[in-house]
Structure formats: C-alpha cells, structure tokens
C-alpha cells in the first residue's frame, strides 16, 4: 500500500488531526449478512457499534478493531466452555466421586 | 447580495399574500414515490429495513445533528476529494436517519448536478429541482420533493437542466437557497450532496455558505494530497470531521 494512500483509521487521524466520526466497513450492507461470522442481528450490532466511533470515547484505532472484530458474547461463551471442560478433567484425573456418580448414572446404568 | 434580498422578499411577499402558514407550503410540496428495493441494493436505508444497520446509523446522525446544533448551523455539506467515495450514500442515509429521528425537517439536496447520483437512485432526474430553482427561478416549494413513508425528509433533486448549467452556483446563490428553504420550514437541516473537490468548480461555493463540512474518505483509494488540496478549499473551522468509509479495518485482527 503506498504511504501516499489514507489507509486505515490512524491515518486519516494523522491527516485529519483527529480519528474519524465514523468507520463505515466496505461490506457494510446487504453484503454484512453474509460476511463469516457476523450472520447474526447481535455480532451484526456489533460491527456497527464499531462503525460509530465517538471521538470522546477515545477508542485507538487497534482497540476499535478488536471491539468490532470480537464480540463479548463469544468471548465468554469460550471461557465457560473452557472451564466446564477443565473442571471435568479435573473430577477425572482425581477420581472425585461425584464425576463416578455422574457417569455411573448417565453411561452404566443405561448400558 | 441584491439578489438574496429580492428573493427574501419575494418568498415574505408570497407567505403574506397567501397567507400560507409554514405547514400549508410544506405540505404542498409534491409526493414522490420512491423504489425502495433499489435504493436498498444501493445500501440506503428504507422504511422496515430488515438490516440492523438501521438501528445503528442513527447514532452516528445524532452526533452530527447535535454538533450543528452546538455551532449554530442548519446546513451541512457531505464532500470527498474524487468520485465514488461514498458521499451520496452517506448523504442519504443520514438524512434518512436524522428524519426518522428528530423532529426536526431535513432537506436533502443534490447540488452534484454533474453525476446526480442521488436524483438518479430517487428517479428525480425529470423532475423539477435545483437548476430549474436557480435558472428558471421556479418556486422552491415546487422544485422540492417527499416522500410519505418519512414524513420529516424533503428532497431537492438536481433538476431537468444541463449539467454545465449549475456551473454558473455561486456563494449567493446558495445563501438564498439556506435562506428561502429556512423560511418554508422551521429548524430545519440541511444536507448538501456536493460534487467531487477535484472534478468540479462548484465546491468553492460552498465554502462560505456551508456551516458545517465532513469529509469522506475511502480507505485505501483517497490520497493524502488529495485530502490536503481539499482542506485547503475549505474554512477548516467549519470542518466537523471525517468518515472512513469502505474500511476493511475491522476483519484484520
């Protein structure tokens, strides 16, 4: 990309002064719909949360692309799976009774 | 300036012969109808629009309607250093959005006579608009147009005129232009759709005419001298600020 070309929102922070109003993404819509991973209205909600950038809030540029890129959401929904999968190993590897009564009910007794 | 007079006090003459209030000229202003399906291909918002989008836009318009407000300014002019960099898009749809949330009137405006874009998506190109307005000194309240599904959104579309002709757009005239439309409404917000800095003589226009200015800039197209020759044609007092549009930023992480 030449360094001549407004490429991204830190430069036009450098040309402008300031960070822009407003990043509006190139597949903004109808094409938002269809883009990997923002099918749904919530992520969808985000991207745009992204896309209204108050200058007040004093977002960097990186901030502002990880905010629109990751949504929470998703973020805790992997760390609750994560942990509900290490406290199943844990219960296994120390042979707690209450992961043996969890399995003796669900699996051997139905076997 | 003699010529704003006349024109004030022509619109004063005809509000106090008719005796029309302000809602009476508004409300003679023709009804359009608009294709929504193609303006929503054109990525502008519609009524019932089933995107998110719509829910969203409007925050970014209450910043821009609350900064006019702050500086004392009922017009605002969308620009862009060259073509295709999304002014009109963005025209329209804070327009649309502002109309749909303040109370307030909004006039959109298609002063880029050249590439009407915005006349062209609302089937405005026959109509009666700008140039007719300042050539042929047609009424205002005739050259404007709305449409029923927002009822706070005016539209002035570029008009049945050559192209070349709104060369001849000077400070003044858009100074009457401000002036008459503030007449016929109250409070009113109006949104200039403008030609490209570049390509056109018509922006030096606006520059003292104009109360607030954003820029569009596409991301990874408009260069920065591109940018710099553009700020230097306006008072960058009056610039509000920019818009990054076609950005790609937000899927790198």
């Known amino acids: 990309m030449s360094q001549n070309v407004i490429y991204g929102a830190k430069s036009v922070e450098e040309v402008f002064g300031q960070f822009p109003l407003a990043i509006i993404p190139y597949t903004d819509y109808p094409v938002l719909r269809d883009y990997p991973g923002i099918q749904d209205e919530h992520e969808g909600s985000r991207i745009l949360d992204f896309a209204v950038v108050n200058n007040t809030r004093g977002f960097s540029a990186k901030d502002s692309v990880q905010h629109g890129s990751r949504p929470r959401w998703r973020i805790m929904a992997g760390l609750l799976l994560l942990v509900l999968l290490a406290a199943l190993v844990f219960a296994w590897y120390f042979d707690l009774a209450w992961i043996n009564e969890l399995f003796t009910r669900f699996f051997l007794n139905r076997s | ?253």
């Open chain 2, 1 to 253: 300036m003699e010529k704003i007079k006349q024109a004030l006090e022509r619109a004063r003459a005809q509000r106090n012969e008719n005796g029309h209030a302000e809602s009476t000229a508004a409300g003679a202003i023709r009804q359009i109808h608009i294709d929504w399906e193609h303006l929503r291909e054109a990525r502008i918002l519609t009524p019932n629009d089933p995107n998110d989008l719509f829910r969203h836009f409007p925050g970014f318009s209450v910043t821009v309607a609350k900064n006019l407000k702050h500086n004392n300014g009922s017009s605002i002019a969308i620009i862009s250093a060259n073509r295709g960099e999304g002014k009109t898009v963005l025209a329209a749809n804070l327009a649309i959005s502002m109309a749909v949330k303040s109370t307030n009137p909004v006039v959109l405006i298609d002063a880029s006579a050249e590439e009407p874009s915005l006349s062209q998506y609302l089937d405005l190109t026959d109509q009666l608009g700008l140039t007719d307005y300042l050539i042929d000194s047609v009424p205002l309240t005739d050259a404007l147009s709305c449409s029923s599904e927002y009822r706070n959104l005016f539209i002035l579309g570029s008009g049945k005129r050559q192209i070349n002709e709104l060369a001849v757009l000077s400070q003044d005239d858009l100074s009457l232009l401000n002036n008459e439309l503030n007449s016929i409404f109250n409070d009113v917000i109006l949104i200039y759709d403008t030609p490209s800095f570049l390509h056109s003589i018509i922006p030096t226009a606006f520059s003292g005419s104009i109360d607030r200015f954003i820029v569009v800039v596409e991301d990874g197209v408009t260069s920065k001298a591109d940018v710099g020759y553009l700020l230097k044609r306006i008072d960058t007092e009056q610039l509000q600020g920019s818009v990054l549009n076609k950005s790609r930023q937000q899927f790198v992480s």
